[in-house]
């Protein structure tokens, strides 16, 4: 039997969150959690320029994406936050009024952590899969690997496991491989203000 005292979270709750948080709505619940590391974002937003190049900007590449970071996707009742999600051009031709998106990206990247990682695994890849999200990647930083999935027949397939600096080819960005290192720049652990060597 359903707790009647349950309410589901509304954009309200999700808007009283401090800034120093990320807040996203997954089945109902508030969910918040730190906001990501150096090394995370340092990740994030390599990958960002390395597909970002040849696929959003057509640079050595055959253009025909939109990427953006940490969008706000309004996904049914959900609300995520991917680290770093994509759009066909044609699917997605501006860029909308709102501080959000209701179109399900073709592609999300999710960036893992130990605050993020069950959720990334778990209720947002439902979320993506429900959605209609065509291709997903997994990047663990702290072992350095990457996972491409899939959505064949509205289940996650893994396609392919990449390591260390293995090249990355995978569909849909197979037009522009690039090395799976470029994504790990602090290999060498450095403290906060001291260079590193």
């Not at 893992?112 to 993506?128: H, M």
């Not at 990355?168 to 960005?173: E, R, S, Y």
């Amino acid at each position: 039997m359903a707790d009647p005292a349950h309410k589901d979270a509304t954009y309200a709750d999700l808007e009283a969150v401090p800034a120093n948080l990320v807040a996203e709505i997954i089945h109902g619940a508030l969910v918040t959690h730190p906001r990501p590391s150096p090394r995370h974002g340092r990740a994030t937003t390599r990958l960002g320029a390395v597909l970002g190049a040849p696929f959003d900007l057509g640079a050595g590449g055959p253009g025909g994406w939109v990427f953006i970071v940490e969008p706000e996707l309004h996904l049914g009742g959900d609300v995520v936050v991917p680290d770093i999600a994509g759009w066909r051009r044609e699917r997605l031709p501006g860029v909308p009024d709102t501080n959000w998106i209701s179109v399900a990206p073709d592609w999300v990247c999710e960036v893992l952590s130990p605050s993020t990682a069950s959720f990334d695994r778990g209720a947002k890849r439902d979320i993506y899969a429900s959605a209609g999200v065509l291709d997903l990647w997994l990047i663990n930083p702290a072992e350095r690997n990457l996972e491409a999935f899939h959505l064949v027949a509205g289940k996650w397939l893994l396609q392919t496991t990449i390591t260390g600096a293995d090249e990355v080819k995978i569909p849909p960005f197979d037009a522009a491989p690039f090395s799976l290192g470029l994504l790990w720049p602090f290999d060498v652990s450095v403290e906060p203000g001291k260079p590193s060597t």
